[in-house]
């Protein structure tokens, strides 16, 4: 561990909603590497005193948290961290195009929290309201590249290699960092796997949608059942009832919302409790993820062969099975890259903040939660 990692500082880490885990997940794992999270409920204020802010998705309006956080005074302003794993604008067009429509879908929604009691009342009525809920991919992006001219957002990073790369292009500098799995997500059960195939998910798109219907049905047509969790036919599964579904199934299937998605998130989950992922082809979001070793691609159209294949063939199923288990729970498993954020981020507050290490671990050292209650 590096003297960077050794620094405890007080973190706050935002919560989406109350009962959402992904920030409990970020916190275990802060825990363990010997910091302080603290979790704060989206709408209310940042916690005193912390170190650094840590968000990820987004999942709603990440401009007023920013703003928040950028109103405090010098001393007690906290270095803003955020960890893109939401999808980008269409790939096919210019990255000029995606920037200036970014660009101005960021600034109808801070319509939504400005200053100007117009401009509210101005956002609250249509054509304006009705954007509320479109064009989210590049109200993300305008997001990112205001916060960082602003001086809002001080580390960003991307959960895809090419996201990050196309942020980095246009001079937002973004860190990769690959989402992976936690202990708290995956337990080898010793359960029988009697669930051929798997889904588990939003069907969120009409193109997911169709073709995890045309892939059922063809499955069906040869006696192989696939269970389906997308909160309508079944209840989407979280926690340690994910954790049991993928101890219990020999193939997990993927699709994407759209052709360029980057879904490594389900691939942490299946993948670290031995679910073979069979996939639809994917961009190279993670070069680590090497197809047939780590899991299996397929065209759409010869999807249901390779399942078919992989659930007659246990041994080649086992291998790679194996091969993606070693790697998402050593080189890519969670602790790490949560590791290498923090490096950087406090790398950042220390230059930001003009700290030295001593000051910073006096200053974390008076902000010390009762272990129990720190998240």
């Given amino acids: 561990m590096t003297e960077i990692q050794n620094i405890p500082c007080k973190i706050a880490v935002l919560q989406w909603s109350p009962h959402e885990g992904i920030a409990q997940m970020l916190c275990e794992e802060l825990v363990n590497l010997g910091h302080y999270p603290v979790c704060f409920i989206y709408g209310a204020s940042i916690p005193a005193g912390v170190d650094l802010v840590l968000s990820y998705g987004p999942y709603g309006k990440l401009v007023p948290v920013w703003q928040q ?11 803003v961290v955020h960890w893109n794993t939401e999808g ?17 879908r960021s600034q109808l929604g801070r319509w939504h929290h400005s ?9 609250s009525k249509p054509p304006v309201s009705w954007l509320a809920n479109q064009m989210h991919r590049f109200w993300h992006v305008g997001d990112y590249e205001y916060a960082y001219r602003k001086g809002w957002l001080n580390i960003l990073a991307d959960s895809s290699q090419i ?15 690959p989402w992976g799995p936690t202990p708290a997500v995956y337990a080898d059960l010793g359960l029988k796997r009697d669930i051929d195939v798997l889904w588990m998910g939003n069907r969120a798109t009409r193109r997911r949608s169709k073709l995890l ?11 192989i059942e696939v269970y389906v969790a997308d909160n309508k036919e079944n209840p989407f599964i979280f926690g340690e009832t994910r954790t049991r579904f993928l101890n219990r199934a020999k193939i997990t299937l993927n699709l994407t919302r759209t052709w360029y998605d980057d879904n490594f998130s389900r691939f942490a989950y299946a993948t670290a409790n031995r679910s073979l992922v069979v996939s639809e082809p994917l961009l190279p979001h993670c070069l680590d993820y090497e197809v047939g070793i780590h899991y299996v691609s397929a065209p759409i159209n010869k999807l249901v062969r390779s399942i078919i294949y992989y659930l007659v063939h246990d041994d080649e199923r086992q291998a790679i099975v194996e091969n993606a288990y070693q790697l998402v729970t050593t080189k890519l498993a969670f602790r790490h890259s949560i590791s290498r954020l923090m490096d950087a981020a406090i790398t950042k507050h220390k230059t930001i903040g003009m ?8 200053n974390c050292a008076n902000k010390l939660f009762i272990s129990d209650t720190r998240y």
């Fill in 355 to 362: 700290l030295s290490d001593h000051e910073l671990r006096g």
């Fill in 115 to 123: 200053k100007y009691a117009w401009l509210r009342q101005l956002a």
């Fill in 69 to 79: 956080a950028a109103q405090l005074s010098a001393g007690d302003r906290p270095t």
């Fill in 213 to 223: 219907d045309r892939i059922r049905h063809e499955l069906n047509s040869y006696g």
């Fill in 88 to 104: 980008y604008p269409d790939l096919r067009l210019p990255p000029l195009l995606i920037w200036t429509l970014g660009a101005y």
């Fill in 163 to 177: 996201y990050a790369r196309l942020n980095n292009q246009h001079g937002i500098p973004t860190l990769h960092i």
